[in-house]
């Protein structure tokens, strides 16, 4: 019985069932784990999203920016970028299950393994944030988006403000400051306020900013953290830390990593990938 996490896949199917091939997987023994981004700048988003739904509990996903903006041009609520491939999705015959379904995925998962807490999200996590803050939080979005508010909650969902944390923040801003942080942070000043601008390798930071996983006083820090969205950042695989957006889309790899007995016991696997997109195109 195997535990996996599966980095951004963004609607390269083919990639997909290659690694899962490449890992041995089997839906009735292991279980994998999707860090969000599914669909969007890849061919196949609804192949994506129809291969996640066969496979049913085996395979356990949580939302990326690239969902939630599907789920908003899908309502309406933004008009398609030029860069989008979320036709095959928007124009299916079963394109009200396919956004259904994904709009039943949460924002933040957590799963206890060897012994210790495994914390998944897309992007980031705030610096004042528990792993109990983080799930918490994260529900709140999630009871929207399976709500019969959803359209309001998307129209409300844009935006690169309020940047810094408040427990007293309320309504819209409340839950866009958790979308913001769950979907879309990289970059952090040493007090949590994102930056929403910088899209570098963690090397190059930024003057006054810092990786979120890097801010002083994390209280995260003593949970494991798996996430993808920072393509430009690639692998990183820490005690506290697991990066997984090795950039399949951009003519890199789809990565998986592989936990053992113990969440310290992984290994890397990995399909090396098509080039879908070009950066500025």
Known sequence: MALYCVGDIQGCDEAFGRLLSAIGFSPSRDTVYLLGDLVNRGPGSAAVLRRCMKLGDSVRALLGNHDLHLLATAHGVRPPSRRDTLQDVLQAPDRQALLDWLRQQPLARRVRHGGADLLMVHAGVLPQ?????????????????????????????????????????????????????LTRLRFCTPEGRMDFESTESAAHAPAGLLPWFDAPGRRTSGTLIAFGHWSTLGWISRPDIQGLDTGCVWGGALSAVRFGATLAEREHCKVQCAQQQRPGE
């Open 129 to 181: 944030w528990s792993a109990d803050d983080v799930l918490a939080l994260a529900d709140e979005v999630h009871a929207m988006l399976r709500g019969p508010a959803l359209p309001d909650f998307l129209r409300q969902m844009y935006g690169n403000s309020p940047d810094q944390w408040d427990a007293g923040l309320q309504g819209a801003d409340r839950l866009r400051i958790i979308v913001n942080a």
